[in-house]
Every structure is written in C-alpha cells, then in structure tokens.
Nanobody, 118 residues
Framework: QVQLVESGGGLVQAGDSLRLSCAAS????????MAWFRQAPGKEREFVAT????????NYADSVKGRFTISRDNAKNTVYLQMNSLKPEDTAVYYC???????????WGQGTQVTVSS
C-alpha cells in the first residue's frame, strides 16, 4: 500500500511559478514510476508529466512542455512538479499517482488546488 500526499498548491498570477510536492509512504518508493495529473472544473482528468522510478526518464504533455519540470528524490520519497510561466488554463486540481512498471496507476493522492489568475 502506498499513500501519497500532495502539497504546494495555491493562488498565483499568470506568469508566476509554483512547486508542487508529493510525499509517499512506504519503503519501496524507488520501485514506482510517478506522475502528475490534473483535472479542471468540468473536464476530465488529464496527464501532465511522468518520471521513471530512477528519475532518469521524463515525459510531458504538450501543453506543459518547456514550462513544467518533474523530478524526484528517492531518498526523501518525494516527487516534485516545478511549474513556471503559469497560465490561467493551468488552473486545476493536481494529483500525483504511482505505478509499478507495466501496471496502471494504482495509487493516487487527494489533490492540491492550483489557481492561476489572469
């Protein structure tokens, strides 16, 4: 069982930056690929970014590529999402999720709200 707790959300203006954190419980954090998803009001949850279990490989949605950076610290059981040049369309609840290689995302956090004003 893995528990994920996000933090770092808030209200910012367009162009500002935020860093989200997701702290994971358990001793096997380094076995899991981690990802960030987001869900805006009235929309489906969408993929934002993912990082491999070692941190050596990352992938991003086109909408955030060049602005967001996902990283992880396996010693701290934490994954981060650095968000720069935020836009109003980035407004959403952001969730972190984890999965073992070859499996679906089985563990989800409760989400943290990010609101970007224009």
């Amino acid at each position: 069982q893995v528990q994920l707790v996000e933090s770092g959300g808030g209200l910012v203006q367009a162009g500002d930056s935020l860093r989200l954190s997701c702290a994971a419980s358990g001793r096997t954090f380094s076995f899991y690929a981690m990802a960030w998803f987001r869900q805006a009001p009235g929309k489906e949850r969408e993929f934002v970014a993912t990082v491999s279990s070692s941190g050596g490989s990352t992938n991003y949605a086109d909408s955030v590529k060049g602005r967001f950076t996902i990283s992880r610290d396996n010693a701290k059981n934490t994954v981060y999402l650095q968000m720069n040049s935020l836009k109003p369309e980035d407004t959403a609840v952001y969730y972190c999720a984890s999965r073992r290689v070859g499996l679906t995302y089985a563990y989800w956090g409760q989400g943290t709200q990010v609101t970007v004003s224009s």
